[in-house]
């Protein structure tokens, strides 16, 4: 089991950048894919972005493709999202999850995802 901790959520301009981080529990990070998710007020959560178990692959939603990135420190137990040109349809909480499965796919689909952090809120002002 693992347990996730998301930070570095606040308020940006439109333009801006931010990085939000997931720290996790245990000595099996590695063990785990990554995902980031996020869900605006009154819509569905949806996914963001995805990196396999030693970072070396990454998946990305079209919608943030060529400005966000996700990384990993597998030493550190973290995974990041660094999000860059940053707009006001960016505005959510931001959840990152784990996939203990040993597919090596990389999903966009939740329910995928066995462990899930409480969230971070990113907001994005015009």
């Known amino acids: 089991q693992v347990q996730l901790v998301e930070s570095g959520g606040g308020l940006v301009q439109a333009g801006g950048s931010l990085r939000v981080s997931c720290a996790a529990s245990?000595?099996?990070?590695?063990?785990?894919?990554m995902g980031w998710f996020r869900q605006a007020p009154g819509k569905e959560r949806e996914f963001v972005a995805a990196?396999?178990?030693?970072?070396?692959?990454?998946y990305y939603a079209d919608s943030v493709k060529g400005r966000f990135t996700i990384s990993r420190d597998n030493a550190k137990n973290t995974v990041y999202l660094q999000m860059n040109s940053l707009k006001p349809e960016d505005t959510a909480v931001y959840y990152c999850?784990?996939?203990?499965?040993?597919?090596?796919?990389?999903?966009?689909?939740?329910?995928?995802?066995?462990?899930w952090g409480q969230g971070t809120q990113v907001t994005v002002s015009s």
């Open positions: 999850a784990a996939d203990q499965t040993m597919r090596p796919n990389l999903t966009s689909g939740s329910s995928w995802y066995d462990y």
């Open positions: 245990g000595r099996t990070f590695s063990s785990y894919k």
């Open positions: 990196i396999s178990w030693s970072g070396g692959r990454t």
